[in-house]
């Protein structure tokens, strides 16, 4: 089971509060740090592989452990970047380009809204907090 979308919009989620892409306080969230790798590499990463970077991270995973973590990993399936706390929370769209491969896109910037506004992307919204 796959996290991934190709060329996919995720947008703020609809009842985020967010007007602006923020960046998330606490250093070692998953917020932060999913923001802190897309914003280092746009589109080098999956949705996948984004999952697991964090997790590798926040785990203080040793090197020569990655690939066994990362069967362990993902033998539960995963929420995809929907529920991901930037859409829901901080302001940021995501776009997965047509290799799947993600970037943090802030919501007030001019391409969020090209983005939203694209006829060959499907758009998605990200996730609701509440029901």
Known sequence: ???N???TFITISPDSRATHGEQP???QSIASLQLQLLLARPYGYTSDELLFA???LRGAI???QLEVERSAFFEKSKACLRASPLVKQYGWGLHHDERGKVAAIA???PAYQDFVLR???KIVA???SSR
């Open 1 to 3: 089971m796959t996290t």
């Open 5 to 7: 979308y190709h060329n």
């Open 25 to 27: 306080a606490k250093p």
């Open 54 to 56: 964090v997790h590798a």
């Open 62 to 64: 040793a090197d020569d």
């Open 107 to 109: 919501k007030e910037s």
């Open 119 to 121: 006829k060959d992307l």
């Open 126 to 128: 990200g996730m609701r």
